[in-house]
């Protein structure tokens, strides 16, 4: 039987990625983006022992292709053994004669895999079930093919691959579904007292109104917010089974459940938040109005003794971050965004928001507090950052346009964390004269009177353009007068500086 598709070398190398690509598919299928998914532990692997330098620059030159490769190639070496399994089961059944092995074989070959990766016995069952139905149907079609003309070889090698790409595309389509919501605009809606919920409706409103009326320019709270993680795939915790902990140097470990947090005195405020790893004038600066409970009191409860006066935190996804006490202590746990549930993609049950410093210690997936006696590094001090500071002043120019009656308008965002706007300021000589921008009014504080402790202001300029080639420079001021420097420097390790500039021809 030469044009048996298991006969050949070829042929049984093509059934087994078949096979791989089935298993893969149905572990979608029924998984979804979940650390369930057969591809996903490997891909937290790859993101946890990627050397700093290869993470960096995924994460400068990169952005999130840099993630994606990642997945790639988690999805590439998970099938590569899957597919090995296969073709050792069809191996082993040629050299025994037996009928059964190659199926059976497959089967529990990929079954023992999945269930060694995932801890998931019976979803395991999944992609082991997908593989070895692919390796029977060859073998099916194998023998049932007897006297048939060569030409059917490639019809069978066809009708292969097409098993392999509606496998793909039935598993994507069914655990796309699956896939829990990542992204704010389809959280459910947070239940809260209606007081609170009248709170968050005044300061949305707020927000709203405050907002500059700049076409193609971010509101003040933002349509999309920015998502950055160590992994692809993001924990997918059920609230029930969530706590948070407070552990090390305290008088007494206490721990706190989500219904406990959710019956605790909460409050809504609005805090920027920008990654430290992002290009000068990037787009990983968003606001968003996020609602929590106070870490200070909780931290008094446990009786804090620590020797460095700092903490670090530590997450459901491997994450750990390390900084000063005194900023968790401003801190919120917070639970809902924009009025929403906290999206799954933005640390969902719960995460940590400490306002001014940098992103990178807004832990998402809180599920320990530890208070350290000496300091130590976190996972992105491991790989030559120093994220964990207060943000540094920042003016960005987002938008440009010429007007119907000639002029130029500019517009953008400016955030200086817990330091303040006062003043945005606009060069169209580059850098020789500068003009104060219109800023739009700070957000509402906590209590509705006052400036927002920690969010960003919106700024606009309009200006006659100079006839040809110019260049426009953006800078803002704090509350206390200081002038953002123009000092340059890349974001590692300590995050970017240095003047925004765009030149117009
Ligand atoms: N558990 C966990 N928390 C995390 C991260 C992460 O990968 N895992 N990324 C950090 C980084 S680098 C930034 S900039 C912010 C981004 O928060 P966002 O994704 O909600 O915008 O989350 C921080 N918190
Ligand atoms: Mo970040």
Not at 3 to 31: F, K
Not at 232 to 249: C, E, H, K
Not at 315 to 340: C, H, Q, S, T, W
Request: proline letters at 5%; aromatic letters at 6%; charged letters at 20%.
């Amino acid at each position: 039987m030469a044009d048996d598709i298991l006969d050949t070398r070829g042929g049984r190398a093509l059934v087994s990625l078949v096979a791989a690509v089935a298993g893969l598919a149905a572990s979608y299928a029924l998984t979804g983006y979940t650390p369930a998914f057969l591809a996903s532990p490997v891909e937290r692997t790859l993101a946890r022992t990627m050397p700093g330098e290869v993470v960096s620059l995924a994460i400068t030159e990169l952005g999130s292709v840099g993630q994606q490769l990642n997945l790639l190639t988690a999805l590439s070496l998970t099938g590569a053994v899957v597919a090995l399994a296969a073709w050792a089961a069809i191996v082993a059944g040629d050299a025994a004669n037996n009928r059964l092995l190659p199926g059976v074989g497959t089967a529990v070959l990929t079954w023992g895999l999945a269930a060694a990766l995932t801890g998931e016995l019976v979803l395991a069952a999944g992609p082991a079930l997908a593989a070895a139905a692919v390796v029977a149907l060859a073998q099916t079609v194998d023998a049932y093919g007897d006297g048939t003309p060569i030409s059917s070889k490639r019809r069978r090698v066809l009708s292969t691959v097409g098993v392999a790409l509606g496998a793909s595309v039935l598993g994507y389509s069914v655990g796309t579904r699956r896939t829990p919501a990542a992204t704010a605009a389809d959280a459910p809606s947070l239940p809260v007292s209606d007081s609170a919920r009248e709170d968050i409706e005044t300061k949305l409103a707020l927000a709203e109104a405050r907002s500059l009326d700049v076409d193609g320019l971010d509101s003040l709270v933002s349509e999309t917010f920015y998502q950055v993680d160590i992994n692809s795939i993001d924990p997918d915790l059920d609230a029930d089974d969530w706590s948070l902990s407070v552990t090390g140097a305290v008088e007494e470990e206490t721990t706190v459940d989500y219904d406990e947090l959710l019956s605790m005195d909460s409050r809504n405020q609005f805090s920027t938040l920008r990654c430290v790893g992002d290009s000068l004038n990037g787009k990983k600066m968003d606001t968003a109005l996020w609602t929590g409970v106070p870490l200070g009191r909780l931290l008094d409860e446990a009786g804090v003794q620590s020797g460095c006066e700092c903490v670090m935190l530590h997450a459901e996804d491997g994450y750990f971050v390390e900084f000063p006490i005194e900023a968790l202590r401003r801190g919120l746990l917070v639970y809902g965004m924009n009025g929403k549930l906290l999206p799954r993609g933005h640390g969902y049950p719960v995460r940590a928001l400490v306002p001014g410093h940098w992103g990178e210690v807004n832990t998402k997936w809180v599920t320990e507090i530890e208070v350290l006696d000496k300091k130590a590094d976190g996972y992105w001090e491991r790989r030559g950052w120093e994220g964990t500071g207060p943000v540094k002043p920042i003016a960005k120019l987002h938008h440009s346009e010429v007007l119907d009656d000639g002029r130029r308008r500019l517009a953008g965002h400016a955030y200086a964390g817990l330091r303040g706007v006062s003043r945005v300021e606009v060069s169209t000589d580059g850098g020789e004269s500068w003009t104060d921008a219109s800023l739009s009014e700070p957000l509402p504080s906590v209590d509705v009177d006052g400036n927002a402790e920690d969010a960003w202001r919106q700024w606009v300029y309009t200006y006659d353009p100079p006839s040809g080639a110019h260049t426009a420079v953006v800078r803002m001021v704090t509350e206390d007068g200081t002038v953002q420097t123009d000092e340059e420097t890349g974001p590692k390790p300590t995050g970017p500086s240095g003047w925004v500039s765009k030149e117009f021809s």
